[in-house]
């Protein structure tokens, strides 16, 4: 079974940087079609924030995010990256790794076509 652990989250001011981190303590990323970052506020929906295609090839941002966030992925360290800059108060969230096997399309922003989880970093932005 993947195993998911993330790490990377802090309390920062808005328009500051971060840098989300998930490994894949057992398993590996390559064998995962489509990985991404999910995010959850209080009283609020989980959300899609980002998804990337194994390569690389296949890229897709929610709106929200779209020109502020970057998503990549490192076969060699067997690890996805979210990289955040110009946070908002907004963007305060609880962040979420998921990885699945099935191929990356429009509808990457379900949470039903994703199997493993990690179990989240904190992202607080004051204003």
């Known amino acids: 079974q993947m195993q998911l652990v993330e790490s990377g989250g802090g309390s920062v001011q808005a328009g500051g940087s971060l840098t989300l981190s998930c490994v894949a303590s057992?398993?590996?990323?390559?064998?995962?079609?489509?990985m991404a970052w999910f995010r959850e506020a209080p009283e609020k929906e989980r959300e899609g924030v980002a998804v990337i295609s194994s390569g690389g090839g296949i890229i897709y941002y929610a709106d929200s995010v779209k020109g502020r966030f970057t998503i990549s992925r490192d076969s060699d360290k067997n690890t996805l990256y979210l990289q955040m800059n110009g946070l908002k108060p907004e963007d305060t969230a609880m962040y979420y790794c998921a990885a699945g096997t099935f191929y990356t399309e429009r509808n990457w922003y379900l949470t039903e076509k994703y199997r493993y989880w990690g179990q989240g970093t904190q992202v607080t932005v004051s204003s």
């Open positions: 057992r398993g590996s990323l390559s064998s995962m079609s489509s």
